[in-house]
Structure formats: C-alpha cells, structure tokens
Antibody
C-alpha cells in the first residue's frame, strides 16, 4: 500500500526549531518529487516547499524561504522539513505529499495524515 | 489573500449540479494545468482532478474539470450528501521563481 507518514510535530516557542519527517512506503520513493503543504487552523491549504526526486530542484514559498529547509534521503525513503526561527503564523497541520506527474508540481496524488505544529509561548 | 480566487461557498440540493470557479492569471491557470482537491472534515485532501480535466482512478465521473483562459471550473453532478466538503483548486505559478498556488477553498453544502 502506498503510504506517507509524517512525524515530528509538536509545541515549540517562537524562535525555536523543529524537524518534520515523512516516511514513505509502497512506491519507488526516488522516482517522485515531493511537497510539504500546510493548513493553519480553520484556513485553506498553503504550499510550503518542493523537492525533486534526486533533489535536482528545490522550491520554497516566500513565507518560509531562509527559515525552512526541505531535504530527502532516498536510501531511507524519507522526506524532511527543517524549520527554524518559527513564528506563530507557522502554526498548522503539515502534510507530506507525493507529486505523481512530471509536468505539474501541483498534482499531488498521495497525502499523509499530517503532523501538527504549534508555535506558542 | 489566495493567488487563485474561489467563491467561499456553494450549495445545491441532492441530485443537482454545482459548479465551482477558480480564477487566476496568465502566470498560473492561464499557462499551467489545474488540479482540484476535495477535503472532507477532519481528513487530508484528496486529488479529484489533475491536468485540468483528468480523473485519477477511483474518482467518479460525476466530477468534471474544465479550463478556459485564466479560469477553471469544477462541476459536481448528481450531488450526494457525501460530497459535502471543502474544494481547492491549484496550479503551478511561474512567477517568483516558481511556486504551487492554491485557491482559498469553496465549502460545498448539500441542502
């Protein structure tokens, strides 16, 4: 079964750091680019970052550029999001997603259940 | 403020058809394919439509996507109670070094 399982969320103070992980299974992980997408409480979806299958490209939303780092380990079939200098507005459920087409980074066919990040003093 | 514009809500009675619009610009919807997602309460989003009008395996043909110029639409025919959800459009945007953009979401209510 194709599956994505996020972990690493939690409560952190403003200015703190967290590292999210996403364990992929049931497919050839290295063949797919991946995204992180977040959803603040009661709000819509917001794209955070994208990474190519071999890390050949990396993109970030302006709201996280310089603070977040997306990476992957194709041996361990894992996707990561290192989040530094966290702000209250980063509070959200963070989803790991698989991009299943080569032409559109917005074509996300597999989503994890999400992990919750709360930034509060 | 979302880059793609959707109506915040839409409603219709069971069995009827509801259409959701998604308005963008030349740098996103006007140039790149649009996808649509359904998010049921308390769950992760699910891909409904990709490449403007393609349905992934398992998505009923009651869901129909279309695009013209800088606007896209999702139509849900034969509306059912289980279609009550939030719906989001999405596209790649060529501006600002490239980014994925979403609409603000449309809450569909089955009356």
């Amino acid at each position: 079964e194709v599956q994505l399982l996020e972990s690493g969320g939690g409560l952190v103070k403003p200015g703190g750091s967290l590292r999210l992980s996403c364990a992929a299974s049931g497919f050839t992980f290295r063949s797919y680019s991946m995204n992180w997408v977040r959803q603040a409480p009661g709000k819509g979806l917001e794209w955070v970052a994208s990474i190519g299958g071999s890390s050949s490209f990396i993109y970030y939303a302006d709201s996280v550029k310089g603070r977040f780092t997306i990476s992957r380990d194709n041996v361990d079939n894992s996707l990561y999001l290192q989040m530094n200098s966290l702000r209250a507005e980063d509070t959200a459920v963070y989803y790991c997603t698989r991009v299943f087409t080569l032409i559109a980074q917005n074509d996300m066919d597999v989503w994890g259940k999400g992990t919750t990040v709360t930034v509060s003093s | 403020q979302s880059v793609l514009t959707q109506p915040p809500s839409a409603s219709e009675t069971p069995g009827q058809r509801v259409t959701i619009s998604c308005s963008g610009s030349i740098s996103n919807v006007g140039t790149n394919p649009v996808s649509w997602y359904q998010q049921l309460p308390g769950t992760a989003p699910k891909l409904l439509i990709y490449n403007n009008n393609k349905r992934p395996s398992g998505v009923p043909d009651r869901f129909f996507g279309s695009k013209s110029g800088t606007s896209a639409s999702l139509a849900i025919g034969g509306l059912q109670s289980e279609d009550e959800a939030d719906y989001y459009c999405s596209a790649w945007d060529d501006s600002l070094n490239g980014r994925v953009v979403f609409g603000g979401g449309t809450k569909v209510t089955v009356l």
